[in-house]
């Protein structure tokens, strides 16, 4: 069941502003729990212009007396965490914080040993701070991963299930539970450069946004950056920059899904198009995959100049030493057994912090973390109570040290729904620091997605050539999986032989479903009963319609 926030010309019809609503239903939302749910089919902003002058200048009063008392926005479900987050610390002086994603970009960094590829911006900033060695994204699909970022609960809790532009949107216990809110509610200035992607965008209270972005264009990027920099002069900001490369370029005209080697000239030195091998975890090095890697790796280039162009404007700000810095991808490469699955290659991500006076320089952590722990870290930082317990837990404990802090998760989890609105092939998966395991929650009556932005691959899956080799049979397990899916991730870390009935691994199979069900019972995940996932299939079709009346 979904309900999403009316469009932003139906608010303006009724001369009330969307930020005006969006305060409404916060406050709506904490005096009424009861009366949200039952018109959880209705659409507030719809309500909201009925009432009259009176009321809505008593909600108004409300807020002001809630902002004197300091009091945070409630959280209607409290959610138990299996890494619970420690409260947030006094920090007199809050620091700036900026978040950067790139979009489908996986492990291709130098710095994370590719050979490949030399990106000496992010190298330089994995030197100054902290780079985890296993970091997972919660979803590797675009809006839904980027939910958890902003939410810091996995897409389950969310809603926001698949893609925003497919017509999903977050729960509406979610709505005004987001980290600009929490953020601007502290006193900072926020803006956002790029995609936001996760629907509603008005409940999101961004102070900055450019209309007109091309964040492919990494030059503009930082010019906005800077613009915005020197806005916040008064207050400490957050920006959030959300890089379009690598994702693929659809051209207009010809349809075609394209990875472009230059976008206004950069990078300068594009790599030519037969200079690197097929993805290892497809197994097919044939021309059509080496052009493509190849040119993936020039958006990724690109990428790494966007950076420390955003990063010199940070700098001439005079904000370099008393900024938070997050780097991240989104989610895995947008190619067939990446983006969409919950492989390595779709799930795992560069994940790259420096918080100056916290962070220990230099450091190659082996902790297990989450893009889940973006919230709670943030807040601990800005020296902000944290309003609920999160899926995600604080940074702050694993970035000083290579080893996991005492007490730190021993596990990760990630997870799949929907991309567009079908097919629904919901997945789990739990890995430690060697096994990973995957259960397919309707294998056996549904199949998942088997090409992804246009990646033609798959096709040399059934050829005499492939066909019986490790890499063949892996994509035939890809395209028609089975329930559970058992790997070594130290023997095998392209994930082509499943282990599963292998009796020397039984144990360890058994102990990572246990934790797994754990898991999912403690952040209760909907898909534990039948009526979860009806409830699932219901709001893909809610979306369907709601993108057939646009």
Request: proline share 8%; glycine share 6%.
């Amino acid at each position: 069941m979904t309900n999403a926030l009316a469009p932003s010309k139906a608010i303006a019809a009724n001369d009330v502003s969307s930020f005006e609503c969006f305060i409404f239903i916060i406050i709506f939302k904490r005096n009424n729990p009861e009366t949200l749910t039952r018109k959880s089919k209705e659409n507030l902003t719809d309500f909201y212009p009925t009432l009259t002058m009176a009321t809505r200048t008593t909600i108004t009063l409300s807020l002001l007396i809630l902002s004197i008392a300091g009091a945070s926005v409630s959280h209607v479900a409290a959610q138990s965490s299996p890494a619970r987050p420690s409260p947030a610390r006094p920090n007199p002086a809050r620091p700036n914080i900026l978040l950067i994603t790139a979009d489908d970009l996986g492990l291709q960094l130098s710095c994370y040993g590719d050979p490949y590829i030399k990106t000496p911006q992010l190298d330089a900033l994995a030197a100054e701070g902290v780079m985890f060695r296993t970091a997972y994204v919660t979803q590797a699909s675009c809006s839904s991963s980027r939910s958890s970022m902003l939410t810091g609960f996995y897409p389950h809790t969310t809603g926001q299930v698949g893609l925003a532009n497919a017509g999903f949107t977050l729960n509406p216990s979610q709505i005004g539970e987001n980290l600009p809110v929490y953020l601007k509610t502290a006193g900072y200035e926020t803006g956002i450069l790029g995609k936001l992607h996760v629907s509603p965008e008005t409940s999101f209270p961004f102070d900055f946004r450019p209309k007109k972005q091309d964040t492919r264009d990494v030059r503009a990027t930082a010019k906005n950056a800077a613009t915005f920099f020197e806005q916040s002069e008064e207050k400490p900001f957050f920006l959030m920059v959300n890089y379009t490369d690598p994702h693929v370029y659809k051209d207009k005209k010809t349809n075609r899904s394209t990875f472009p080697a230059q976008w206004k000239g950069l990078p300068e030195d594009p790599i030519d198009e037969d200079t690197v091998p097929g993805w290892d975890f497809q197994g097919f090095d044939e021309p059509v995959a080496r052009m493509r890697v190849s040119n993936f790796y020039n958006t990724v280039k690109r990428v790494d100049i966007g950076v420390g162009l955003l990063l010199t404007e940070l700098e001439k700000a005079g904000h370099r030493d008393d900024t938070l810095i997050i780097f991240l991808g989104d989610h895995g490469p947008p190619f067939s057994r990446g983006k969409t699955t919950c492989y390595e290659s779709g799930l795992r991500v560069p994940f790259i912090v420096h918080w100056p006076g916290v962070s220990k320089a230099g450091t190659e952590s082996t902790a297990l973390v989450s893009a889940a722990d973006i919230v709670p870290t943030i807040l601990d930082a800005g020296g902000i109570e944290f309003p609920h317990k999160f899926h995600g837990t604080s940074l702050r404990p694993a970035l000083t040290s290579p080893e996991s802090p005492r007490g730190w998760r021993t596990q990760l989890v990630g997870e799949f729904h929907f991309h567009g609105t079908s097919p629904f092939f919901p997945r789990r998966a739990i890995r430690d620091d060697r096994y990973k395991l995957i259960q397919n929650l309707l294998a056996g009556e549904s199949k998942p997605i088997n090409r992804v932005d246009g990646d033609p691959t798959g096709k040399f899956a059934s050829t005499e050539k492939y066909r019986d080799t490790p890499a063949g049979k892996a994509f035939q397990r890809y395209e028609n999986p089975p329930e559970w899916e058992f790997y070594d991730l130290e023997s095998d870390s392209v994930e082509f032989e499943n282990l599963v009935g292998n009796p020397a691994h039984a144990a360890k199979i058994e102990s990572l479903k246990s934790a797994l069900m754990e898991w999912r019972k403690e952040t209760r995940d909907p898909l534990l009963s039948p009526d979860g996932i009806d409830r699932f299939l219901k709001k893909a079709q809610t979306a369907k319609q709601k993108q057939a009346k646009k």
